[in-house]
């Protein structure tokens, strides 16, 4: 194991706590990042939210092109100045959620790496799925309990709306762990890197996105209750028997698949 944990950062910035930053500043967890993003030569590499350039740079001194999307406006020309000896970087000064990859990708395919804000993971998780036929995978680090979420299976305590919409549209692999001490400053939690690989739409059979995300999000806003009764007015009995799901069973224990099958029958 590399026991060289010092910075590898271009430059430093102060934190801004109103957006949600901090700062990966260990190498050795840098390393690793680069290392399981493994850049080829034609790889279309997008990064959000750079920050100091902890990952930025090294991932320009294995691949001399990366598009960045930073929206602190006071980092853009620190980043701009140190990768100008390293590659190619392209910035694009935006909120993420305002930003369409599909047409970032311009007819090809792209591949996203970030160190995600915590305070609006999620909403960014949702952007990409929305964009996942432009995305050939997302290497990303957020709260370990947001990964735990995101791979969790039936019958866990944090199986929920967020893993069956993620695992239905991806393949979810949680990679490893990092510490707060990795980050500057710390963060109150520990960390975790995951890789989402979107699936073939062809192999993923949903016939109605909307539907079916209304109907993990109705079975899961009520998670104590049977799906007879969270799913009440959005599925009937005759509808559960067809889908050859048990209507006394409480959303944590179906699969992702009983979902699509529910969500795909006829509806008014």
Do not use: W
Request: hydrophobic share 45%; proline share 7%.
């Amino acid at each position: 194991m590399n026991s060289d944990h010092s910075p590898r950062t271009g430059f430093t910035a102060p934190a801004k706590k109103q957006l949600g930053q901090h700062f990966l500043a260990d190498k050795y967890y840098v390393e690793k990042i680069v290392m399981a993003v493994d850049p080829k030569g034609d790889d279309r590499l997008v990064e959000i939210g750079p920050g100091q350039g902890a990952i930025t740079f090294p991932l320009l001194r294995r691949h001399p092109k990366l598009t960045v999307i930073e929206f602190d406006r006071d980092l853009i020309a620190p980043l701009t100045e140190a990768a100008a000896p390293l590659g190619e970087l392209t910035i694009v000064h935006s909120d993420v959620l305002r930003v369409d990859f599909t047409e970032l990708a311009a007819g090809s395919s792209i591949r996203l790496v970030g160190n995600l804000p915590y305070n609006i993971s999620s909403p960014i998780l949702f952007h990409a799925l929305d964009h996942a036929a432009a995305i050939s995978d997302m290497t990303f680090m957020l709260q370990k309990e947001v990964v735990d979420r995101m791979a969790a299976g039936p019958g866990s305590k944090v199986y929920g709306r967020l893993s069956v919409m993620l695992q239905a549209f991806c393949e979810v692999r949680a990679l490893f762990v990092v510490p707060p001490g990795a980050f500057r400053p710390p963060p109150k939690v520990d960390s975790a890197v995951v890789r989402l690989i979107p699936r073939d739409p062809a192999s993923i059979g949903i016939n109605d996105r909307k539907r079916f995300a209304d109907v993990v999000r109705a079975a899961f806003g009520q998670r104590r209750k049977t799906l007879r009764n969270a799913l009440n007015g959005v599925i009937d009995q005759a509808q559960f028997e067809a889908a050859g799901v048990r209507s006394d069973a409480r959303a944590e224990q179906l699969e992702v698949a009983d979902f699509i099958r529910l969500a795909n029958l006829p509806h008014e």
